[in-house]
């Protein structure tokens, strides 16, 4: 069974960062969660893809709004993911959730495909003022 805890929200100007953290607090031992990803859902919109990474790190996808700006990266021995956000701007406003499955994502398509993931947290609000 896994669990997720997102942490790190907050609100904070244009221009500025914030680092995003997603936990997976409970987990049996043999049960590791293969590829982590984080989405995020504004008010009136969709959720949609922001960042997608493998268990090994070899494999990392960003969605066109954030590269650039935006780093994920996971320590596998604290079982989270974190998501760096630099370079803030109003449009990056939204409830941001953490994803996990325990099957590979071999194509971006996948990857950024939020049907393909079995485990969601509850989501951290991260809201950027002009």
């Known amino acids: 069974q896994v669990q997720l805890v997102e942490s790190g929200g907050g609100l904070v100007q244009a221009g500025g960062s914030l680092r995003l953290s997603c936990a997976n607090s409970?987990?049996?031992?043999?049960?590791?969660?293969?590829?982590m990803a984080w989405f995020r859902q504004a008010p009136g919109k969709e959720r949609e893809f922001v960042s997608a990474?493998?268990?090994?790190?070899?494999?990392?996808d960003y969605a066109d709004s954030v590269k650039g700006r935006f780093t994920i990266s996971r320590d596998n021995a604290k079982m989270t993911v974190y998501l760096q956000m630099d370079s803030l701007n109003p449009d990056d406003t939204a409830v941001y959730y953490c994803?996990?499955?325990?099957?590979?994502?071999?194509?971006?398509?996948?990857?950024?495909?939020?049907?393909?993931?079995?485990?969601w947290g509850q989501g951290t609000q991260v809201t950027v003022s002009s």
């Open positions: 994803a996990a499955d325990q099957r590979p994502k071999i194509t971006a398509i996948q990857a950024s495909d939020r049907d393909e993931y079995e485990y």
């Open positions: 409970r987990s049996s031992f043999n049960v590791y969660v293969h590829h």
């Open positions: 990474i493998s268990w090994s790190g070899g494999r990392i």
